[in-house]
């Protein structure tokens, strides 16, 4: 019962966060650029080298190259954190919804001893849609704190974003911090029905103060990144994120089913059978999302178009 009242919780509040911010006097159009988790401010977008190690240092973020070595040291910006999910209403560039269109999502009530330590999912790239527009869609799979404020997750992209694209498919990382600061490997190019596997796992761990995640997707050997945050990441979602989308032909045709969906706590265990998969659909445009096996080991969860 817990972890259905927090998955409520977390449906209810997180899918109005407006995605783009408000640029500051010292801003304009020009300094946002598009991510994972909606346009961000071009300064706070971080590009990194595949498999890159970030980590949390006091009140800074290191970023080491995958031989330990020093890449570079951010600060992150003091701001009010708001949540990486977002959703806005269409406008007259995009007559259809943007950001975080479709989700499944589970938020576990472990205690922080029993932290998520896998979550696995495998899919097969779509078809190109019919029509591109230079709209951007992200489909991915990723762990956030309870919060919704920070996010890891393997992300397939379609489009442009902050770290590059085209009118194809491309694979990548990303690790969203407070939803202030934004890191991304190198995108890697990606078939139309490549089988790729979406994985985060659990490394390393201390109750309450670290915790270290390897996101990988396997078929794209580029999109990696290791990420150790000080959050406890118990929020799990299966989502599909769109930018710049005016007709259903802007999306893929048909479905995109992402298969054997996994999770395991850091005890062994699976989620309780009785616990479930919680949806948020846009039924306005008719993009949703459909449970077709309901459990954490061998799960299927699919979005259609």
């Known amino acids: 019962m ?29 300094d ?27 009140d800074k973020i290191h970023v080491l190259h995958p031989n330990g070595t020093l890449f570079k040291v951010v600060t992150p910006k003091i701001k009010a954190p708001t949540p990486v999910v977002a959703r ?6 995009a007559t259809m919804a943007s950001g975080w269109i479709t989700y499944a999502s589970w938020v576990s009530s472990a205690p922080d001893t029993q932290p998520i330590k896998n979550f696995t999912t495998s899919f097969t790239s779509p078809q190109e849609p019919a029509s591109n527009i230079g709209q951007t869609l992200f489909l991915f799979n990723g ?13 397939l992209q379609y489009g442009y974003s902050s770290r590059g694209g085209g009118s ?9 911090f407070s939803n202030t600061e934004f890191f991304a490997s190198p995108l890697e190019p990606t078939p139309d029905n490549w089988a790729l596997n979406a994985t985060i796992g659990l490394t390393n761990f201390t109750a309450g103060t670290g915790y270290t995640y390897a ?21 799990a979602t299966i989502a599909l994120e769109s930018y710049g989308v ?9 479905s995109t089913s992402f298969n054997q969906v996994s999770l395991l706590l850091s005890n062994g265990t699976v989620p309780a ?17 459909t449970v077709v096996a309901n459990k954490f080991n061998g799960g299927v969860v699919k979005i259609n178009y």
């Open 2 to 30: 817990v972890a259905l009242l927090r998955v409520a919780a977390c449906v209810l509040l997180l899918p109005f966060a407006l995605s783009t911010p408000t640029p500051t006097p010292a801003e304009s159009e020009s």
């Open 168 to 176: 194809y498919w491309s694979s990548g990382a990303w690790y969203a």
């Open 246 to 254: 005016t007709s259903i032909k802007n999306y893929p045709a048909g």
């Open 273 to 289: 059978p009785t616990q479930s998969w919680a949806v948020f659909n846009n039924n306005t445009d008719g993009i949703t999302t």
């Open 88 to 93: 806005s209403a269409a406008s007259a560039a």
């Open 143 to 155: 762990l956030c704190p309870a919060d919704g404020t920070s996010i890891i997750q393997p992300v």
């Open 215 to 235: 996101i990988n997707m396997q078929g794209a050997p580029g999109a990696k990144l290791t990420v150790t945050s000080p959050q406890n990441l118990v929020w």
């Open 32 to 58: 946002l650029v598009l991510t994972p988790s909606g346009y961000q401010n071009r300064a706070n977008v971080h590009h990194v080298p595949s498999g890159a190690h970030i980590m949390h240092v006091a």
